[in-house]
């Protein structure tokens, strides 16, 4: 099991991957421990000073304006996290809500926090003893940070509510017990802190960059595999012609199509045929393709920025001034969800289109609806029925979240990022894609199959071609294909697809 050390460095997409591919532990660089004290150190004298501090010496939101006695400062703590923890819906999941945690470091390992060293020991206790807390999905409007959500973190470090303790859910008191961990009693400032924040939805984000990066190379593979089958020239994926335009995921896409296609039979037996144009879904690949890939770039660099930055409310800065500011505000990453929402939806809509080209057969090759006895048979019309169902939500749950907002807390937090759900729509857009493509994958093959068996396809795409046809009974026309389109997609989901081809070709 990988070991992330926990300091203010800046941290890639790939420190996360662990997470979500066999687990992770954390430990506290040496620097970040002095960083966490030496800020608790400036908020105390400035408590002591009697300066007004929001959410340590006053009431949230529309309440501030409340001041609270000093010896109710960490009853305002607890009570802030039993009443912020409203969340409904089902749980994150345990990747995700991992990622929660480890985000919850980055920021505090910077020391702006003003919380105790025992706080983020805690929490990285909670993280290598494998208690993840139970954190409902919906209740937040990604503003004064994703409140409820990270309420129910809260409840978890103070032994309240439930958790999961080695994968099983269990009240928290019980996890605690079976894994000798004491709860946290929260001091002041520490309740706001764990709130205030943008967490999760940024951990969301973090974990749709790391499935976005996998589909965006799936889709290549799987273009290249329709390009190969449905008689579609390979010259126009040339580098040449490409370099005329300077947008890297272009580059990058054509690149990779191209490279799919050396020594293909297929390609080879028809380059006198004379045909001048292949429609968009094809001859676009690299432009398509290429815009989902620079708009998955961009968003990536503003996720990446989030979780590199601060983010709680109040601030303690250096000079041991205590401002409250709006660093829990969500917007970038809102914006960000939302940009990869359309890019994930667009790669769906293509695979979609080259699906429904190949229902219309290849003259004297391959019949209608890729069928063995047409008439007899219905092929894989109803295959590309649920690609367009599923393109078609993509397109629904594209609609940007960032651009609503509904004003919360009495009108102090009056325009609201709407990240959480930025996030969610995205993930399902996600899982229609990989259906898509999957889908695609099963019908260029059985295309494959059946009008190109005598011709050697290309060394990267025969290799998907033969693990497809382990899959998929070709040979029996007709049948139940829901089983094997899940299998596929499960396939592609766990990057099946892509290392394969990464064993042939290094794609880009």
């Not at 989902?292 to 770039?297: E, F, L, N, S, V």
Request: charged fraction near 25%; include cysteine.
């Amino acid at each position: 099991m990988d070991t992330l050390t926990i300091s203010s460095k800046s941290y890639r997409l790939k420190d996360f991957t662990p997470i979500f591919e066999g687990g992770l532990r954390v430990r506290l660089a040496d620097s970040s421990k002095i960083k966490i004290q030496r800020s608790r150190d400036r908020l105390k004298k400035s408590i002591k000073a009697g300066n007004t501090i929001y959410g340590v010496n006053t009431g949230f939101g529309n309440l501030s304006k409340i001041k609270i006695k000093n010896t109710d400062q960490e009853l305002l703590q607890l009570n802030l996290i039993k009443s912020h923890a409203t969340g409904v819906g089902k749980p994150l999941g345990l990747e995700i809500s991992r990622t929660v945690m480890v985000l919850k470091l980055l920021t505090y390992a910077k020391g702006f926090s003003g919380v105790r060293l025992e706080l983020v020991e805690k929490i990285i206790q909670f993280i290598n003893k494998d208690i993840v807390p139970y954190i409902p999905e919906k209740g937040s409007v990604g503003a004064s940070g994703d409140l409820a959500p990270l309420a129910h973190l809260g409840l978890s470090l103070i032994g309240d509510g439930f958790s999961f303790y080695r994968g099983k859910k269990m009240k928290t008191a019980t996890a605690l017990a079976k894994a000798r961990v004491k709860p946290i009693v929260l001091k002041a400032k520490e309740g706001i802190s764990l709130i205030n924040g943008t967490q999760v939805s940024s951990a969301i984000a973090v974990s749709s960059l790391i499935r976005g990066e996998n589909l965006l190379k799936a889709a290549d593979i799987v273009g290249a595999i329709s390009v190969e089958n449905s008689l579609s020239s390979r010259n126009v994926f040339r580098s040449d012609v490409h370099e005329l335009k300077m947008h890297k995921g272009q580059r990058d896409s054509a690149k990779n199509i191209y490279r799919m296609l050396r020594g293909s039979q297929i390609v080879g037996s028809h380059k006198d045929c004379g045909k001048v144009q292949d429609p968009y879904s094809f001859r676009c690949i690299p432009h398509i393709h290429g815009a989902c890939r620079d708009g998955y770039d961009s968003a990536k660099n503003v996720i990446l920025n989030e979780i590199n930055s601060v983010s709680d409310n109040p601030l303690v800065l250096e000079s041991g001034e205590v401002i409250s500011s709006g660093h829990f505000h969500g917007e970038h990453i809102a914006q960000s969800l939302d940009s990869l929402s359309i890019a994930f939806s667009e790669l769906g809509a293509v695979s979609e289109r080259r699906v429904y080209y190949f229902m219309k057969g290849i003259p004297e090759v391959v019949p209608p609806f890729v069928t063995i006895e047409p008439g007899l048979e219905s092929g894989y019309m109803m295959a590309h029925v649920t690609a367009s169902a599923l393109a078609s939500e993509n397109k629904t749950l594209a609609h940007p979240a960032s651009v609503d907002s509904l004003p919360t807390s009495g009108g102090q937090e009056d325009l609201v990022s709407m990240a959480p759900w930025a996030g969610y729509k995205l993930v399902a857009i996600q899982d229609n894609v990989s259906v898509i493509l999957a889908i695609e994958l099963m019908v260029a093959s059985a295309v494959n199959r059946l009008g190109f068996s005598k011709l050697r396809p290309a060394k990267a795409t025969g290799t998907i071609l033969r693990l497809v046809s382990r899959i998929c009974d070709f040979h029996e026309g007709d049948r139940v294909l829901n089983n094997e389109i899940d299998v596929i997609t499960d396939r592609i989901i766990k990057k099946d697809i892509t290392s394969v081809t990464q064993k042939i070709l290094r794609l880009d």
